[in-house]
């Protein structure tokens, strides 16, 4: 532990440094991305010992604030998340210090540095932390430092907008937190987490009503839909190596929040699992929709991270389900699922943010609809990208594959039990059908930005990206590719997890666990085979060609004399059948101008699609209560004698109170 707080302190402390160094933006850049890469290096040794052999770690000291002590715990589930938020945020630092370099005339890079330092250490404290008060002051510190950084370019009124709906979206999710750690301590005089197991309100009638807490409070931050609202608006508006954190572990501190919580609460009830279930079904499959609507490449992946927290939990409800109908298969293969999708999501969501960054940064533009044919001007970034795709719509042999195979399995055991047969097949379908649109999504996102011919000029001369930006996609791509190799080994080391998780025996859960392994090697087999051969035929084409200048030449043009970029696919048109399908729940606008005449000079499409649940439910419920609060205007006097009148009411209304 002592480790981790060693971490804690180079993280802050450089961040502080950096933010002093402002104004000289190369060494601000070198004490804000140096002191994550270091602090990140140190905390993985003691998550790494953790997780490999599934011992504890704690650190303990009393403090003068109510309700807690400074109390640090890393258990097997705390070092997995801890280890994933690590990575990912010491490689997108490395990416951040060239991507950031465009800023320095214009911003201090020493104040982004700080904050983005504040965020991570933030992060490790909220899965560490083993007392409620400590929690929710390291959850608040990790809401703030976020904010600051979703408004870095502040200067642009929607990056403003994005900040404030942010920052009202989460202290939403915290207010529920707040009510959910007092109810969780009403038995007793602390918040510390070993006494809520004790004495909290596991099998009592208020269990549900925690269970419920939960779900909305962590459910806002890990994006649940109808909660999902801040990701589209706050993810494309930040740089992208923040996107990129954020999208990739951020959100899951949710999901750790989920997971820490169902281990205070005892035995769950079968409806838990219903419920969390019916809301990955409702973020998988509406996620990827809204992210197919899109023309934002930045917003099309914020959607599709919305549609992957649907997966994930998808595969929380099918172990919580187990748990309760004491099927053990279940419980193992859906939270193993889930939790392996935590680790790849951060992995191909964090390449994909990159890349986004990169074509930004090399062309100026984040719309997809003047893109196109970047892959001739930047191979490397088209390729790592593509490696994210496949990654993303679950294709083997990447990493995707793998936890969405776990949670089919585990889905699969459960049709024939009466108990989970109907959820069992709701999460086959659901999974099934994200998959299949998620393909859709990215064939498009792809295809429209890196194939074809550019759609317009773009802002700036493109380019490819340097290796400094090159290489935390390449490390990223690796492990993609990594865990879906190794994917039987990786199932296999998962086995403290699990336990910790479901308080399953060790050898209990490697029966379970054998009975995805065996076809996971067959898979891996195959997929080897299938690398070397793709490897060797590059290596062909590449050997053919050495010494060649390859030609060119127009594909076939039916017809068309001089083919032009107006006559390839767009975002909207390629996407248009998909929403034209499932209008009802995308509502999306169209403006069309038809061919008319035997030669048409003009003919468009156009598309757009407004968040359903912003602009049909929180835009009217926040109207309205603009509308009431203004009614409720005359309170404010402007006089101190009112005000202490209001106080002194309301010290005697609670004095009543308590005297009954």
Not at 28 to 38: D, K, L, Q, R, Y
Not at 96 to 117: I, P, V
Not at 260 to 271: D, H, I, K, V
Not at 578 to 605: C, D, K, N, V, Y
Request: aromatic content about 12%.
């Amino acid at each position: 532990m002592r480790l981790i707080l060693f971490s804690l302190m180079i993280f802050c402390f450089s961040g502080i440094c950096s933010f002093f160094f402002g104004k000289n933006p190369r060494v601000a850049n070198m004490m804000g991305a140096g002191g994550t890469v270091m602090g990140a290096l140190i905390g993985l040794v003691p998550a790494s010992i953790v997780l490999w052999t599934g011992r504890i770690a704690e650190f303990q000291r009393s403090w003068q604030i109510p309700y807690g002590s400074f109390s640090l715990k890393l258990d097997a589930l705390s070092a997995f998340f801890l280890l994933t938020i690590l990575i990912l945020s010491a490689i997108a630092a490395i990416y951040g210090c060239t991507y950031l370099w465009d800023y320095r005339n214009r911003k201090n890079l020493g104040a982004s540095w700080f904050f983005f330092n504040i965020l991570v250490a933030s992060m490790v404290m909220v899965v560490i932390s083993h007392n409620g008060m400590l929690f929710l002051m390291a959850w608040e510190i990790m809401s703030l430092s976020s904010f600051f950084l979703v408004t870095f370019e502040d200067e642009i009124k929607s990056v403003r907008q994005a900040g404030w709906i942010y920052l009202i979206a989460t202290h939403i999710g915290t207010a529920f937190l707040f009510v959910l750690f007092i109810l969780l301590a009403h038995r007793c005089s602390s918040l510390d987490f070993t006494h809520f197991i004790a004495s909290g309100v596991n099998g009592t009638s208020l269990t549900g009503t925690a269970f419920l807490l939960a779900v909305i409070g962590f459910g806002t931050k890990a994006g649940f839909m109808p909660f999902h609202v801040w990701l589209p608006e706050a993810h494309p508006a930040a740089p992208s190596h923040v996107s990129a954190v954020m999208s990739g572990v951020m959100i899951k501190t949710g999901i750790y929040g989920l997971f820490r919580t169902l281990s205070f609460l005892g035995r769950p009830e079968p409806w838990w699992g219903w419920l969390l279930i019916a809301v990955g079904l409702t973020s998988g499959i509406l996620g990827v929709l809204f992210a197919l609507a899109q023309h934002d490449l930045k917003r099309l992946l914020a959607y599709s991270s919305v549609e992957n927290i649907g997966i994930i939990t998808l595969g929380l409800g099918l172990g919580v389900l187990g748990l309760a109908v004491n099927q053990p298969v279940l419980a193992v293969l859906g939270f193993g699922g889930s939790l392996l999708h935590v680790l790849n999501h951060a992995l191909f969501k964090g390449l994909l943010f990159l890349g986004a960054g990169a074509v930004l940064h090399a062309t100026g533009v984040r719309n997809i609809e003047q893109l196109g044919g970047l892959i001739r001007h930047m191979p490397w970034t088209g390729t790592l990208f593509l490696i994210g795709s496949f990654a993303i719509c679950g294709l083997p042999p990447l990493n995707g594959f793998i936890s969405e195979f776990l949670i089919f399995v585990g889905a699969f055991m459960g049709m024939g039990l009466s108990d989970v047969s109907l959820s069992s097949i709701g999460v086959i379908a659901g999974l099934a059908a994200i998959g299949g649109l998620a393909a859709a999504c990215f064939t498009k996102a792809f295809g429209i930005v890196f194939l074809g011919e550019p759609r317009c000029t773009p802002a700036l001369p493109v380019h490819e990206i340097s290796w400094s930006m090159r290489l935390p996609m390449l490390l990223l791509a690796l492990g993609c590719l990594g865990i879906g190799l190794l994917s039987p080994w990786i199932i296999s080391a998962m086995n403290p997890l699990i336990g910790n998780v479901t308080g399953l025996l060790i050898n209990d859960i490697d029966v379970h666990l054998a009975v995805i392994v065996l076809p996971l090697q067959r898979i891996t087999a195959l997929s080897c085979f299938f690398v070397l051969i793709l490897a060797s035929l590059i290596l062909l084409r590449r050997h053919l060609l050495s010494g060649k200048i390859p030609g060119q030449s127009c594909t076939w043009d039916c017809g068309f004399l001089r083919p032009t970029a107006r006559m390839q696919y767009t975002a909207s048109s390629y996407a248009q059948p998909i929403t034209t399908m499932f209008g009802f729940f995308l509502q999306t606008r169209q403006t069309i101008h038809a061919p008319e005449g035997l030669f048409p000079a003009r003919a468009s499409l156009h598309t757009h699609t407004d968040d359903v649940f912003l602009k049909r439910l929180f835009h009217p419920l926040f109207h309205g209560i603009h509308r009431l609060l203004l009614r409720l205007h005359w309170l404010q006097q402007g006089r101190v004698q009112i005000y202490v009148l209001y106080v002194a009411v309301t010290l005697l209304s609670l004095l009543i109170w308590n005297l009954r």
